[in-house]
């Protein structure tokens, strides 16, 4: 009964010590713990398997150093002084912090002996740290310190997460608290209680508690406690299928949300003007590299950094969109060929470019905090920030767009130019300036995109290569010119891309996509929305 009394100490004081931080170096000379010094004091010299035992009876005596000491150990930042044999823990964004016996104010290097652990002493380690964590103002400490503490064969700890759990307010908290609760009664020897904690966690959504249940069948020998695990197994599984499609799911809208963003600038330039841009990748490699010259000018201020980087990026590309249009492709108008292959010229021109001005090397853009991470839906699911914004970000563009489209002059006249250019002419319309202005809003949206892929993956002169023949069939599929079919088409491309890559590979999934269209296009040659434009004879 010794541990376990020990441990219950850990309870009481664990609020205390998790308050207390780094500060608790300040009350060092005030707590009166010689015998938790001589048991800290005795880390220095101790072998591997008398460290587990001292660690487990520090962490039960509620001494206020302990937390940090405990966490130093873990992190590999606890010394001994080789020379009075005073602990000090070396925290790497903090200074020493001196636990016991006689710290000396200037320890030359040579004269500290780091503490070692092993794997044992590691997963030792965090099981006493997550004890001393469940009562940590912080709800999302104390979960985390349950899920650390789920499955732990120390079943002495039950005491702790039976009080913890008496009082619990946290919603989330209380169910981790009670999943970790019924994975140490797997351990008991009562078959009756064993089977409670089966349908316990049965209840629960989490993969680790998935791989408890399928150890715990294999060494079952009651025979009603084993039906219960095959039961909950087999429920857990069905679950965490469920739970995969739906993550597959969302990964695939993430994707045809970027391919979304890439494709829709080039519905404008290609399915309504009828230019073939093979630099429209390239217009979402500067809209990426424009994010990165935006951070480099606030570098105090990343998390505001997409704010402007974003209509940044769009004017930066619109500008030269309109640049190339009135240089290039106005002379080139109905002459699809010859567009195709003076916009693959500018498309290596600007590669080239970029390359001489950034390097050739790949630039990372840093994500803002708020889009780092992810949201846990449960132990079986999460989303990740970044994607779940881009698929509002690329509906918001969509949205707008339309808008543009419909609601504004530019808008009009656009349309106009496109359903009949000789008549809008007549009207006074400025036919030319209205295709600049549409190749330049064409290639303001793929700079765009290039501010939403910057947060996928890195900045290089390559970037909008891997996009732009993807953007090509997702715009060919779902209608030339119209923003609807690019919706559905981009979406249903992703999806069944992220769907097929387990199943036959990445390579040969975006080969059967390709074969697909070009099959369905035979059959549907405007593809699944047809829209009538200049090009387009009725």
């Known amino acids: 009964m010794k541990p376990l009394l020990l441990l219950l100490l850990v309870l009481t004081t664990a609020g205390a010590a998790a308050d207390s931080g780094t500060g608790t170096t300040m009350t060092i000379d005030a707590i009166d713990s010689r015998p938790v010094d001589e048991l800290m004091l005795a880390l220095g010299t101790a072998s591997f398997r008398d460290k587990e035992t001292l660690v487990t009876q520090l962490a039960a005596s509620g001494d206020a150093r302990v937390p940090v000491l405990l966490q130093a150990l873990l992190d590999g930042t606890l010394y001994s002084d080789a020379t009075t044999g005073a602990l000090i823990a070396t925290p790497a964004d903090a200074a020493p912090i001196p636990l016991a016996g006689a710290a000396r104010a200037d320890v030359p290097k040579d004269d500290l002996r780091k503490i070692t652990v092993n794997n044992g002493l590691r997963s030792q380690l965090r099981v006493l740290i997550a004890a001393t964590q469940l009562q940590n103002p912080d709800p999302a400490v104390r979960r985390q310190a349950a899920r650390t503490l789920t499955g732990n064969a120390q079943t002495t700890l039950l005491p702790l997460l039976d009080r913890a759990l008496a009082a619990e307010t946290d919603a989330g908290a209380r ?55 095959a039961r909950a197994i087999t429920d857990l599984r069905g679950r965490e299928q469920r739970f995969a499609f739906v993550g597959d799911l969302f990964f695939g809208l993430s994707l045809g949300s970027v391919l979304l963003l890439a494709a829709v600038g ?135 767009l339309i808008t543009l489209l419909r609601k504004t002059p530019i808008g009009l006249q656009m349309r106009a130019v496109t359903q009949n250019r000789a008549m809008a002419s007549s009207m006074g319309i400025r036919t030319g300036w209205v295709d600049a202005l549409t190749f330049g809003l064409g290639s303001g949206i793929a700079g765009i995109a290039g501010v939403a892929l910057s ?25 030339v010119g119209n923003l609807l079919g690019t ?47 200049r090009f387009v004879e009725d």
């Not at 590979?505 to 996509?513: E, R, S, Y």
Request: charged fraction near 10%.
């Open 175 to 229: 169910a981790a608290l009670a999943a970790a609760q019924a994975s140490l009664n797997l351990a008991n020897p009562d078959p009756a209680i064993r089977a409670a904690a089966v349908a316990a966690l049965a209840e629960t959504s989490d993969k680790a508690i998935l791989t408890l249940l399928e150890q715990q069948a294999g060494t079952e020998t009651d025979r009603t406690v084993k039906a219960g695990l």
């Open 266 to 400: 080039l519905a404008i330039t290609f399915g309504v003007m009828g230019v073939i841009n093979m630099a429209h990748g390239e217009m979402i490699m500067l809209g990426a590299y424009t994010t990165y010259v935006v951070q480099l000018l606030m570098p105090s201020h990343i998390e505001y950094s997409l704010a402007v980087a974003v209509p940044a990026a769009f004017v930066v590309t619109a500008l030269v969109g309109i640049a190339i249009e009135r240089s290039v492709i106005r002379f080139l108008y109905g002459r699809p060929l010859e567009t195709l292959l003076a916009t693959f010229g500018i498309s290596l021109v600007l590669q080239q470019l970029v390359r001489t001005i950034f390097s050739p090397l790949n630039k990372s853009v840093i994500t803002p905090q708020w889009l780092s991470g992810s949201w846990e839906v449960n132990g079986m699911l999460s989303l990740t920030y970044n994607r779940l914004y881009i698929i509002l970000f690329a509906l918001a563009v969509l949205a707008s």
């Open 455 to 479: 947060q996928l993956t890195n900045v290089g002169p390559n970037l909008g290569q891997s996009y732009i023949i993807d953007s090509f069939l997702v715009v060919v599929f779902g209608g």
């Open 487 to 533: 919706f559905v088409a981009a979406m249903s491309l992703g999806v069944v891309n992220k769907f097929a890559e387990p199943l036959v590979g990445a390579v040969l999934a975006k080969i059967l996509i390709l074969v697909f269209v070009i099959l369905f296009i035979q059959r549907r040659p405007r593809g699944l929305f047809a829209l009538k434009g």
